[in-house]
């Protein structure tokens, strides 16, 4: 069975550190792998997307992606009281599936 | 990013009634659409895949005859919740894939929060 597995934290950081989220995939045919972010009582909101070993950067998030190693994670630079929420890792494979991982629960503290 | 909408965005019906809840994408052709229901504190889980001119492909454990798909256009799949009963409550998600660019992306709509009494 495909799997994308997350910590389901929560994880705290105070107000302007880094925040690092990590996401590990079973499947080594995903091609494609993206990064959603959902505020309490809200839907999923997509906030990044890579498709190529490395490093994509858009303001203060970063994504990394490692093929070799199935795993992929989302940095947030400065982090804000407002950047907290759930953030879903999702992997779509060849078979054009997506597989959302359970979350990560980020809360930044002021 | 693209466009997905919900109708409506919140309902509350009665035990035994039945409830169609509308996912639309506005400015995209999709020709698959996905269910999701979310509980509280809990993550997506997926219902069902939505393929445009096809029936459904529904998740293990999910009642097909009881959540019935309809995805009869590109741009619009319906959710029907049939006989709702209290434990149908919950947070009721469609998403949208858009494969018009280099690659498939998947935009969620809003939600829609379904209370049953």
């Known amino acids: 069975q495909k799997e994308v597995e997350q910590n389901s934290g929560p994880l705290s950081v105070p107000e302007g550190a880094i925040a690092s989220l990590n996401c590990t995939y079973s499947?080594?045919?995903?091609?494609?792998f993206f990064w959603y972010r959902q505020y309490s009582g809200k839907s999923p909101e997509l906030i990044m997307s890579?498709?190529?070993?490395g490093d994509k950067e858009d303001g203060r998030f970063t994504a990394q992606l490692n093929k070799a190693s199935q795993y992929v994670s989302l940095l947030i630079r400065d982090s804000q009281p407002s950047d907290s929420a759930t953030y879903h890792c999702a992997v779509r494979g060849d078979g054009q599936n997506f597989v959302f991982g359970p979350g990560t629960r980020l809360s930044v503290l002021p | 990013g693209a466009v997905v909408s919900q109708h409506p965005s919140w309902v509350i019906c009665k035990s035994g009634t039945s409830v169609k809840i509308e996912c639309r994408s506005l400015?995209?052709?999709?020709?698959?659409m996905f269910w999701y229901r979310q509980f509280p504190k809990q993550s997506l889980m997926l219902m069902a895949t939505s393929n445009e001119g096809s029936k459904a492909t529904y998740e293990q454990g999910v009642e097909k005859d009881k959540f019935l798909i309809n995805h009869a256009s590109l741009t619009l799949s319906t959710l029907t919740v049939t006989s709702a009963h209290p434990e149908d409550s919950s947070f009721y998600i469609c998403?949208?894939?858009?494969?018009?660019?280099?690659?498939?992306?998947?935009?969620f709509g809003p939600g829609t929060r379904l209370t049953v009494t």
């Open positions: 400015d995209f052709q999709a020709t698959t």
């Open positions: 998403s949208a894939r858009d494969c018009s660019g280099r690659a498939c992306e998947q935009y």
């Open positions: 890579i498709y190529s070993n």
């Open positions: 499947d080594r045919g995903s091609q494609s």
